[in-house]
């Protein structure tokens, strides 16, 4: 019997229509109907991994993830996972002007386009999950103004630390902590360079290739190795810890770039490793917020120095909680996927309601507790200091002078003998200093004659 031969019996007795009724009625209401913009490796991932656990999102979600649209730039470019040809358009309106679609899944990537997609889906009442860290770094305030302004939430699991569940951590299940710090491996083509150079004795250029070679670092790695795709992150972390945006441009970011064998080798001969480390600290004396980025010198013994290759791992230290530690996969196609996941199916529990569960009712939460972020300045902490001079006499002695002058005390000293006749790498850890007072230092003494090349600066962390 077809379709129609079934609704015209159905129409026919009152008791089977009111009950079809019912029953397309509380189907519509159990499925989430959601709009993908974007199929590249996470959207791809987000659309096959939803196939595989179809069963199991059901019942732990009490609905159907339903993707009805999907968005791409070029229906024809080669996929590992196949484009279902009936879902696609090319055009993001199509997602947006559809009153079907409750949930928009941006993975577009990039700030301008994505930034247009998220404002028109949330004025279009429509709930978004974003991995975009780069859009919400740099226009998260305004976007969750947007939220606000049209009482719909932003999900953005995906966009720190891929799969490691970072995000609803600190809304979620650290809720009642003041967050003291958070310091994270949160760039994995970062950490794995490191970790070449200081297993394999590569040079920063032979670990890049290396790295990208096997699809760790994106074709242009520059975010990655200049800090900034961990910066990105580091700003979401900390306005999401602290109730307000920090602005890039009051953040210290430092990349990888001019790291050298040699200092991972004296590092090592001085008990510590170096990380690219995300720094976010609250002062609690003045409230204020410390944001840094950078590659640092962590003891050796330290855990965060056992995370290795492209493994992301954050501290996250509160008030009442302590310390707590969370490690995984920070990239790749099935951890973000499964951090999107949990964002649509956390989207999906609160469609229909006003449930508040942490994140307030946009995703983050705007208050005036804390202070305003740190001047770089006047961030201290001790420092690792690699000059090249000539071997002559004196020349420490003056180097010495000038730290001297500034009231920076050294820590120990190293120069091996086995050097260069006429030039000689000096290496100094030296003690607490506001990282102002040190930059003013290092200016100094790369402006005397008897130093060759720019001096490496690093800081050792007290982490503890
Ligand atoms: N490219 C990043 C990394 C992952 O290497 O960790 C996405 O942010």
Redesign the pocket.
Same mark, same amino acid.
């Given at each position: 019997m077809c379709v129609r031969q079934n609704m015209r019996l159905i129409r026919k007795n009152p008791f089977a229509y009111r009950a079809a009724k019912l029953f397309f009625c509380e189907m519509s209401k159990s499925t989430l109907h959601i709009g993908l913009a974007g199929f590249g490796n996470v959207g791809a991932g987000v659309f096959k991994n939803i196939e595989k656990n179809r069963d199991l999102l059901r019942e732990r979600t009490g609905r159907e993830l339903v993707i009805t649209k999907i968005a791409v730039r070029d229906p024809s470019k080669a996929r590992d996972v196949e484009l279902p040809a009936d879902l696609v358009t090319t055009n993001l309106d199509d997602l947006i002007n559809d009153d079907s679609i409750d949930l928009i899944v941006e993975l577009i990537g990039g700030t301008d386009r994505a930034f247009e997609l998220v404002k028109a889906a949330l004025e279009n009442g429509k709930t978004v999950v974003t991995g975009n860290?780069a859009l919400l770094a740099e226009r998260g305030q305004e976007l969750f103004a947007i939220a606000a302004a049209n009482h719909r939430p932003i999900f953005y699991e995906a966009a720190v630390a891929?799969g490691i569940p970072i995000i609803k951590t600190v809304q979620e299940s650290l809720i009642g902590n003041h967050i003291q710090s958070v310091v994270g491996i949160?760039? @994995?083509?970062?950490?794995?360079i490191l970790t070449r150079m200081t297993e394999a004795g590569l040079d920063y250029p032979e670990a890049l290739k290396e790295a990208m070679a096997l699809g760790?670092?994106?074709a242009d790695p520059t975010?990655?190795v200049n800090g900034w795709?961990?910066a990105h992150?580091a700003i979401i972390l900390a306005s999401l810890s602290y109730g307000a945006w920090v602005p890039c441009d009051e953040i210290h970011v430092e990349g990888i770039e001019k790291i050298k064998a040699e200092d991972i080798d004296f590092a090592e001969k001085l008990g510590y490793t170096i990380k690219l480390l995300g720094v976010i600290q609250l002062h609690e004396k003045s409230g204020s917020i410390e944001v840094r980025v950078q590659p640092s010198l962590i003891p050796k013994g330290h855990i965060l120095s056992s995370v290795k290759g492209?493994f992301?791992a954050i501290m996250v230290r509160g008030d009442i909680v302590g310390e707590t530690l969370f490690y995984g996969s @920070?990239?790749g196609q099935d951890p973000?996927s499964s951090s999107v996941i949990a964002d649509i199916a956390d989207a999906a529990s609160r469609i229909d309601s006003e449930t508040v569960k942490g994140i307030g009712e946009t995703g983050f939460v705007s208050h005036g507790i804390y202070g305003k972020p740190l001047p770089l300045a006047e961030s201290i902490s001790k420092y690792y200091l690699r000059v090249e001079a000539e071997d002559r006499p004196g020349v420490l002695a003056r180097i010495a002078t000038v730290l001297g002058e500034h009231n920076i005390g050294i820590l120990s000293v190293i120069q091996p003998e086995d050097h260069d006749e006429e030039i000689a790498p000096i290496v100094l850890t030296l003690h607490y200093a506001p990282f102002g007072i040190v930059q003013d230092a290092i200016s100094k003494i790369s402006a005397m004659d008897c130093i060759r090349d720019e001096p490496a600066l690093l800081r050792v962390e007290d982490v503890r």
């Open positions: 860290k891929g949160i760039n @994995g083509t970062c950490n794995y760790y670092a994106e975010l990655d795709d961990a992150k492209v992301n @920070g990239a973000t």
